[in-house]
């Protein structure tokens, strides 16, 4: 399976085409938001009790009066009195303007955070980290709160900071950092902490890390990093059907339909497939020219509840495409039964045209112009249909109503020239 994956690299297209991006699954931004919160409660708890055992000359000087504000605070909020915690630190601030305290900025911050109250918390965090840059327990919480505002770009730096200062220097961090790097579209800001975090120096990389790199990489178009990184992923599983569909991604983004097609169908193996991926299975098949394999996916995915005509089409046409006309007159006449459709009732004259039957395909693109009236095609293949059954009466007045439509004006009038010459030449006999 790895030998065929590293054979497939020589094969790889350089073509520019318009990168696909892979989205990160939204299972991993909801456990960024619930971790990032945790991270923030414990925080504080954090500052509030740990504090004062901090290097002096690191954290500002905890005084007596700020001890005394956190501590009432604190006891306020544990009884859930939480407009009186607010009002006890708003107090103080107010009260101190010349003389700002951190901690105090980092408390008020927390509950308001606590409250939803957002967009009034993030000047407060934004205090705390002004009187004490060193604090990464301020500056993690703010990066949590400009991403819960959508202020991905800020909640990068505030999280790359965070894990800057983190004594602990824990990944997850500059993960999350990555995470909103990427929200923002910042994606060369994203790509050194996610390619730090894959190099396994910051330990044995979590699969969300190579995820998150894998889809900067292929947003940046940088292929053969985009590539390796697929292949570290199937060396370590690659039973998982996750990292297949991601490599059948990664070769439509190269227009490889081929080993897109080898990709996904391996990832059908392992595990069950939804009709969006049966019928882009039947779609892929179509495109590498094996039509009936693609009707053996497009019939799969009708077989599904609530199928639309849209994937009846896309069967019946496959059927076409192999030259089984009568497996695609039988789908068509099955399907326009239950759902009749312009479309569908086109692609059965279509159909009956090409099998000679042009008495049945006039009335099938008869019935088409019943269902879409504007549809010029249908009138000028009634017209065709109409000249080869010898029917110049139907054939004209076809024509004419094809006249009316500028995509068909032009074919119209010249067989309706056709037809006044034949009637011409039969009134001479």
Not at 184 to 207: F, I, V
Request: charge should be positive; aromatic fraction near 10%; proline fraction near 4%.
């Amino acid at each position: 399976m790895n030998s065929r994956l590293k054979a497939q690299r020589s094969k790889q297209q350089r073509s520019k085409v318009e990168p696909k991006s892979v989205m990160l699954s939204a299972l991993s931004f909801q456990l960024l938001v619930s971790c990032l919160l945790l991270l923030a409660l414990s925080f504080q708890l954090l500052a509030l009790i740990c504090c004062p055992a901090w290097a002096e000359s690191e954290v500002p000087r905890l005084t007596p009066a700020v001890q005394r504000v956190v501590y009432e605070a604190q006891q306020s909020i544990e009884k859930k009195e939480y407009l009186e915690a607010e009002e006890c630190l708003k107090g103080f601030i107010e009260k101190n303007r010349q003389k700002p305290h951190y901690l105090v900025e980092f408390t008020l911050a927390n509950l308001l955070a606590m409250a939803g109250k957002d967009g009034e918390a993030l000047p407060h965090y934004t205090a705390a980290v002004n009187l004490y840059p060193a604090f990464a327990a301020a500056w993690q919480n703010m990066g949590k709160i400009h991403f819960d505002l959508k202020h991905y770009d800020e909640a990068g730096d505030c999280l790359s900071k965070a894990y800057e200062l983190n004594e602990k220097k824990n990944p997850s961090l500059l993960y999350y950092a990555g995470v909103a790097y990427i929200m923002a579209k910042k994606e060369r800001k994203a790509l050194p902490h996610l390619e730090y975090l894959s190099s396994g120096e910051a330990g044995n990389p979590k699969t969300e890390w190579l995820e998150a790199l894998l889809k900067v990489c292929m947003d940046l178009q940088l292929n053969d990093k985009a590539f390796d990184i697929i292949h570290a992923l199937l060396d370590k599983n690659g039973e998982d059907p996750r990292w297949w569909k991601i490599l059948a991604r990664f070769h439509l983004q190269q227009s490889d339909y081929s080993n897109a097609t080898a990709a996904l169908t391996v990832r059908s193996y392992l595990t069950t497939i939804d009709r969006q991926d049966i019928m882009l299975l039947g779609d892929l098949n179509n495109a590498i020219g094996v039509p009936l394999k693609a009707a053996e996916y497009y019939e799969m995915a009708a077989g599904l509840e609530n199928s639309p005509s849209s994937t009846y089409e896309k069967l019946a046409s496959a059927f076409i495409a192999a030259h089984r006309m009568a497996n695609a007159i039988e789908v068509l006449e099955s399907t326009l039964e239950q759902k009749p459709t312009s479309r569908l009732w086109f692609m059965m004259g279509q159909v009956l045209y090409e099998e000679g039957s042009f008495d049945r395909a006039y009335n099938a693109f008869h019935h088409s112009v019943r269902h879409d009236p504007k549809s010029g095609r249908a009138y000028l293949m009634m017209g065709y249909c109409a000249l080869q059954s010898d029917k110049k009466d139907a054939a004209r007045a076809a024509f004419q109503k094809a006249c009316r439509f500028p995509k068909q004006e032009k074919s119209a009038k010249k067989f309706l020239r056709q037809v006044a010459t034949l009637s011409t030449s039969k009134q001479g006999m």
